[in-house]
Nanobody, 127 residues
Framework: QVQLVESGGGLVQAGGSLRLSCTAS????????MGWFRQAPGKEREFVAA????????NYANSVKGRFTISRDNAKNTVYLQMNSLKPEDTAVYYC????????????????????WGQGTQVTVSS
């Protein structure tokens, strides 16, 4: 497993932006697809976005498509989630996760596909 630490969460007004970062320590994440998930109170953890290990394939949940952008900098062992045009329904704890398998050819999207998780960062969007 790899240790993941998220940062960048906070309180923002609707329509605002935040950029989340997820930095890995102890092991490189360059060989692994990376994903972002979120969990709102009383709801199940849901997929937000994922990026392949090369960065050439990206998937987004329909609810964030066109507003959120996932990217990675393997030299910095970091994955980002740029969130624009935020809505109150985006309020949740956001988690980054590393793929359970290395060099996967498809971009995973299920929580069970990911083997390492960060502790989460709170994002609150006020109306």
């Amino acid at each position: 497993q790899v240790q993941l630490v998220e940062s960048g969460g906070g309180l923002v007004q609707a329509g605002g932006s935040l950029r989340l970062s997820c930095t890995a320590s102890e092991r490189t994440i360059s060989n692994y697809a990376m994903g972002w998930f979120r969990q709102a109170p009383g709801k199940e953890r849901e997929f937000v976005a994922a990026i392949s290990w090369l960065g050439s394939r990206i998937n987004y949940a329909n609810s964030v498509k066109g507003r959120f952008t996932i990217s990675r900098d393997n030299a910095k062992n970091t994955v980002y989630l740029q969130m624009n045009s935020l809505k109150p329904e985006d309020t949740a704890v956001y988690y980054c996760a590393a793929d359970r398998l290395s060099f996967r050819t498809v971009v995973p999207a299920r929580p069970v596909d990911f083997g390492s998780w960060g502790q989460g960062t709170q994002v609150t969007v006020s109306s």
